[in-house]
């Protein structure tokens, strides 16, 4: 897929730039300073911004020490404030309340509509009333598994008005993967839909969530209360039982009133499940004042967002992504932007460009995955649009190739807009490595540098950070207000996972390059977790998933690069003794994935092996895996440490036999 970066290429600040929130190097170099070696006071002052209902004693206290005791981090301690209240009342106070917020546009391009600040504010508060009639108060967890309607940001901002914790489920999971974060969150209440369509197919998530709920029961959690929204036009098939109840019967007599529960700058806001390398997903958890602060300021200065501005953000609310820029960062800075239901090739693969000039939308942020996809179609289907509102173009996910950047920026972009490459992660909160769009010229496929206030370090596998260009770990040595807090319930492990390796760095876990003129370029996942279409997926989940079958002994599963999807999954199988590999048993195994993950995580392909290669503790060597899997045998390095070697000889035997 990906030619080799050429890191000395560069495209210079769009014309359009010049006025932009931060428009020189030194202005940048200046903030930045300012961030590192005042974090307080450059905060602070953003902070301040905001509505506080008691302002915070201390700006920040921290450890990122394991070495030293507990990691800890607190922002603006002792500060009172309300996430909801900061997204939408200030501005109704500011006069802005007949602004649009939000414009959604359907699965069908003719369903579309759009509400005002006002007018989501009463809705929120109708919202935040009939979660309170329900028990849902301060401190609960409200589960979420919603398609991408008004009801998704409406509830996440409700949770946020009552300070309970969203957790948002992304639609596409699997009840298995529903019921799991239910249990391990405890949720008081699950927020679901009746259905809904992507493209012609539809998804019943009410079946899905029904199925969920009793698992997450049989884990030893009952979810005391269901809400279901009507959508679409087949019609919810209720349970009997009380504990489910539809939204439209509460929500009407609802009061647009609904007082703000004033919480700690600490307080968590919400958490949201994200894959490791090792075990069950875990309960990310991002709190209030920071996570506010962080989320205004990238959206501010990476997107340019300026007052008339129409953002898209093609993301989903379940992930991060769409917390930070569908829901958050937008409403904090008082924007306009849209919520699409749809996807990027229904009805047609026109479908991005025709959103963007139907709304005249100012800038634009999409996955590189969706990038390649589009580009395969040539660019008459892009050049038919009037795409001259656009002005940033941000990609988000995974490392985008040089020749997507390019098709991006000449087609799409028409050499006029800043293209934003931007990393970042469910932990970090808001992006971390970034170009800001009119600081310096980008080069296709690097992310540029960091974030104000952000201490990003390669280090090298003694932990030492190496200076000037070099490859390395990427790992930050100091808190910027976005960073997650904990682990929902596990404390240990946010610190065994994140703070182990070095100790006094958070790390990233992926790999990084500093090039010789500064720039830094991602190279990739360093531990056990893929990437596909951007999704993060866990080798474990997979792993655990086939496992369940009962005709396999164990596995192993590695991303392989896809043209298309950036990578996409590739799973070795030993086989029980009396079980064959055929047809049928593949079709079971990527149906059990499936089943347990959900549909995103199916392998494309499923090779049998005779034994997997381990080093002598057991750990399977990937490393070696990726090679057979790509025929790359040449080059399998060091097998020396691995318990039997005889299986690599296998391996390589078996994959010339194609299947
Ligand atoms: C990868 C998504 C290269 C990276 C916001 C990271 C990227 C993981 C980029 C986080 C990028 C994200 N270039 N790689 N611009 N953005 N990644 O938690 O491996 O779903 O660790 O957050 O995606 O994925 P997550």
Known sequence: MATRPNKSLTYPVPAAMAKAHCNS????????????????????????????????????????????????IKWFEGGETNVCYNAIDRHIEAGKGDKIAFYWEGNEP??????????????????????????????????????????????????????????????????????????????DLLITASGVYRGKKFIDLLAISKEGVEMTAELGHEVPNVCVVQWTDVKADMPEQDSYWLLEDKIASASTECEVEWVDAEHPLFLLY???STGTPKGVV???????????????????????????????????TGHSYITYG????????????????????????????????????????????????????????????????????????????????????????????TYWQT????HVLTPLPGVKPTKPGSCSGPFFGVDMNILDNEGKAVEGPGEGFLAISRPWPGMMRTVFN??????????????????????????????????????????????????????????????????AAIQIPH??????????????????????????????????????????????????PKTRSGKIMRRILRKIATKDFDTLGDTSTLADSSVVDQLIKNANIED
Not at 153 to 164: D, F, K, N, S
Not at 290 to 315: H, I, L, P, S
Not at 600 to 610: G, L, Q
Request: proline share 3%; with cysteine.
């Open 286 to 320: 991002h709190t209030t004042g920071g996570y506010m602060v962080y989320a205004y300021t990238t959206f501010k200065y990476v997107f340019d967002y300026q007052e008339n501005d129409v953002f898209w953000c093609t993301a989903d609310c379940g992930w991060i």
């Open 25 to 72: 190097v030194e202005q940048y170099d200046e903030m930045m300073k300012e961030s590192l070696e005042n974090p307080g006071k450059f905060w602070g002052g953003i902070a301040s911004e905001f509505k506080w209902n008691k302002k915070w004693d201390t700006d920040l206290s921290y450890n990122f020490h394991r070495s030293k005791g507990k990691v800890e």
């Open 330 to 421: 937008p409403l904090f800075a008082g924007s306009t932007s849209i919520v699409f239901e749809g996807i990027p090739t229904y009805p047609d693969v026109g479908r991005f460009w025709e959103v963007c000039e139907k709304y005249k939308v100012t800038q634009f942020y999409t996955a590189p995955t969706a990038i390649r996809a589009l580009k395969r179609y040539g660019d008459e289907a892009v050049l038919k649009y009037d795409l001259s509102s656009l002005r940033v173009l941000g990609s988000v996910g995974e490392p985008i190739n040089p020749e997507a950047w390019e098709w991006y920026y000449r087609v799409v972009g028409q050499e006029k807009c800043a293209i934003v490459d």
């Open 563 to 612: 043209d298309i999807k950036g990578n996409s999954i590739y799973t070795f199988v030993v086989l029980r003794p009396g079980y064959e590999m055929t047809k049928e048993l593949k079709k079971e195994l990527v149906q059990i994935v499936r089943a347990e993950v959900g549909a995103f995580a199916a392998p494309d392909k499923i090779k049998e092996a005779e034994g997997l």
């Open 490 to 555: 596990n404390h240990e492990r946010f610190e065994a996972t994140y703070f182990s390796q070095f100790d006094g760095f958070y790390c990233t876990g992926d790999g990084g390059i500093r090039d010789e003129d500064g720039y830094m370029w991602i190279t990739g996942r360093v531990d056990d977790v893929m990437c596909i279409s951007g999704h993060r997926i866990g080798t474990a989940e997979v792993e655990a998933a086939m496992g369940k079958h009962e005709g396999i002994a164990e596995s």
């Open 427 to 430: 932990e970090t909160g808001g």
């Open 110 to 187: 003719t369903a579309d509509g759009s509400m005002t600040y006002q007018q989501l504010h009463d809705r929120v508060c109708q919202m935040s009333n009939v979660l309170k009639s329900c028990g849902v108060t301060k401190g609960k967890v409200v589960a979420l598994y919603m398609p991408m309607i008004l009801e998704l940001p409406i509830a996440m901002l409700a949770c946020a008005r009552v300070g309970a914790l969203h957790t948002v489920i992304f639609g596409g999971f699997s009840s298995k993967s529903l019921s799991d974060r239910m249990f391990d969150a405890k949720a």
């Open 274 to 276: 994200t894959s490791g």
